[in-house]
C-alpha cells in the first residue's frame, strides 16, 4: 500500500518511514510532486493536521496522514498551541518563542503545559485521528541542547530532565509524537 506523509520535514519523513511496517511504501510529499506550503489556516491542531491530509486526499488522490503539535499551557489559556511555530512572529524563530514564553510566564504560580500531536489519517475513505499528549511543565531557564522548539524548557511529568536533556529515542517513548506515531502504526499494522 502507498501512503503519503505530508510532510517536507525530511527527519520527521526518515524517523516515521522506519518504523512503519514493510507492506507499506511511505512517500514524502517531494515524492508525488507537491513542492507547495499546504496552508495551516485552521484554529485548531487538530484542524490543522486535517487541513493538510485532506489537501494531499483531494489533490492528489492518494492515502495520507498528516501531523501537526502545539505547546498548551495550562495559565495562558492554552497558549501559544497551535500558533506555536509563529508565536513570536512569522519568522518561526525558536529562541524568540522561548523567551516570549518565559516572559509571559513570569509571576505566574502554575507552570503546567503539555505538548499534544494530532495525526489525521485518510485512508480508503476512513478518516481516522490519533491523539499523542505529553504533560509538563516549563522551566525558568533553558536546559540542554538536544531536540528543537521549546525542548529546552519543557519537563515531562515525573523527570527531573528537559526534552532537550534526553536522547532522541527517551523523548520518542515518552513524548506527544511518539505516543501519537505509534497508535497510527498498531491501527496500520493491523
Ligand atoms: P509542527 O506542527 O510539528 O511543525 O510543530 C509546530 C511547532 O511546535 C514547532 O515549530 C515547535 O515550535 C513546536 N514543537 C512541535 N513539536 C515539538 C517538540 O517535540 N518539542 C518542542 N517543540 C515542538
Do not use: W
Not at 63 to 69: P, S, V
Request: net charge negative; glycine share 8%.
Amino acid at each position: 500500500m502507498k501512503l503519503v506523509f505530508a510532510t517536507h520535514n525530511q527527519n520527521k519523513f526518515i524517523e516515521v518511514k522506519t518504523m512503519l511496517p514493510h507492506h507499506i511504501e511511505l512517500l514524502s510529499l517531494t515524492d508525488i510532486g507537491c513542492n507547495e506550503d499546504i496552508p495551516e489556516t485552521a484554529d485548531t491542531i487538530e484542524g490543522n493536521a486535517i487541513l493538510k491530509a485532506n489537501y494531499v486526499r483531494d489533490n492528489y488522490n492518494l492515502n495520507c496522514f498528516a501531523d501537526d503539535t502545539g505547546l498548551e499551557v495550562k495559565s495562558l489559556n492554552n497558549a501559544p498551541g497551535v500558533y506555536s511555530a509563529r508565536y513570536a512572529g512569522n519568522t518561526h524563530d525558536s529562541t524568540a518563542n522561548i523567551q516570549k514564553l518565559l516572559k509571559n510566564l513570569e509571576g505566574k504560580e502554575d507552570r503546567s503545559a503539555r505538548f499534544k500531536t494530532a495525526i489525521a489519517l485518510n485512508v480508503n475513505q476512513e478518516e481516522i485521528m490519533f491523539l499523542g499528549i505529553c504533560e509538563g511543565e516549563i522551566i525558568k531557564e533553558l536546559r540542554g541542547d538536544s531536540g528543537f522548539g521549546y525542548d529546552p524548557v519543557f519537563q515531562p511529568k515525573g523527570f527531573d530532565k528537559t526534552f532537550a536533556e534526553m536522547t532522541l529515542a527517551q523523548k520518542s517513548e515518552i513524548g506527544h509524537r511518539g505516543k501519537a506515531m505509534r497508535q497510527l502504526i498498531a491501527y496500520l499494522s493491523k
